[in-house]
Structures are given as structure tokens and as C-alpha cells.
């Protein structure tokens, strides 16, 4: 028997769209730890030049995306998805079975990748950024403040390196 994150949706187009959108946004929107961790594990991946402090200290520092523009995005694919799926599958995939919210769920981040979304997500950023500009010096201040981190450890690192060196005899 699957295990039900939530109730079936009655088989109508606005319910299955608010159905996708809610399911969405539970499966993403995480505590705030749980976000730092996701974050901290990704710069080890991408960027392990900066060392856990670092990392952890950026995680910290990055703002969490705009829930607005979580809930944007997420109600495009919902409008999306019940505009181009045969209403059975969707009927489906509206359920309630947590199987199927981790299906809408993986099914919403290969929407993010789209080459559509990704302009739409840069339009959304940038216009936010442009409502919000105190947001833009914060990004440089804790850009700065990373890079002086890394440099120390760097230096750091450097340092106990010569002073363990002995010379050639």
C-alpha cells in the first residue's frame, strides 16, 4: 500500500493545479538548516577550494529564495503540466501518494532546467534584484567576506607548510 503525503485531489484542472503547486512547495521548502546543510554539500562539490568554514559561512549568508518566486514558478509548472498532460495522468499524479509528490517534485526541477525557465527565472531574479538593491552590496560584502576567508586559509595552510619544510642537506 503507498504511503499518502496528502489527499486526493478531486479530478478538476484547478484542483490538480493547486494539488502539483502544494505538493511542490512541501517537498522544497526545507527548515533552514536543512537548506545551509544542501548548500554547505554543494560548494564541497563544486568549490572544495574553500574549505568547510567557508563554505558553511556562505551557506549561512545566502539568502533563501523569495517564496513568492518559488510559489510563481511552481504554480508555471502546475499550469503548465495540466495544460500538456492527458488529464488521467495527471489525475494520477494528483493522487495524494508520496510516490507520486516525489514524481512532481523531480518533474518540476527538469522544468526549472528548461531553457524557457531559465530566462524566466533571470527576468524574475533581476527584477526582484532591482526592487530590492540593498541585496546587491549584501551579495558583495559577503563575496568579500568569503574570498578573505579563503585567502587566510590559504595563507594559513602555506605557512604551516614552510614551517614543517626542513632544508636539504
Not at 511542490?24 to 568547510?52: M, N, Y
Not at 508520496?98 to 514524481?103: G, H, Q
Request: one cysteine or more; proline letters at 7%.
Amino acid at each position: 500500500m503507498s504511503d499518502h503525503a496528502s489527499e486526493p485531489c478531486p479530478a478538476h484542472p484547478d484542483a490538480w493545479r493547486n494539488h502539483i503547486t502544494a505538493a511542490v512547495l512541501a517537498r522544497i521548502s526545507t527548515t533552514p538548516q536543512r537548506r545551509h546543510e544542501a548548500l554547505r554539500e554543494l560548494f564541497r562539490v563544486t568549490r572544495p577550494d574553500l574549505g568547510d568554514d567557508a563554505a558553511m559561512s556562505l551557506a549561512e549568508n545566502i539568502p533563501p529564495l523569495v517564496p513568492e518566486l518559488h510559489e510563481k514558478w511552481a504554480a508555471m509548472f502546475a499550469a503548465r503540466l495540466v495544460e500538456t498532460v492527458p488529464g488521467n495522468q495527471v489525475a494520477l499524479l494528483c493522487d495524494g501518494a508520496s510516490e507520486n509528490d516525489a514524481a512532481l517534485t523531480l518533474a518540476y526541477l527538469m522544468f526549472l532546467e528548461s531553457e524557457r525557465m531559465e530566462k524566466q527565472t533571470a527576468e524574475d531574479l533581476e527584477a526582484y534584484r532591482r526592487e530590492h538593491p540593498e541585496l546587491t552590496e549584501k551579495g558583495r560584502e559577503l563575496t568579500d567576506e568569503v574570498l578573505a576567508r579563503r585567502n587566510a586559509a590559504r595563507k594559513d595552510k602555506a605557512a604551516r607548510y614552510a614551517a614543517g619544510k626542513t632544508p636539504r642537506q
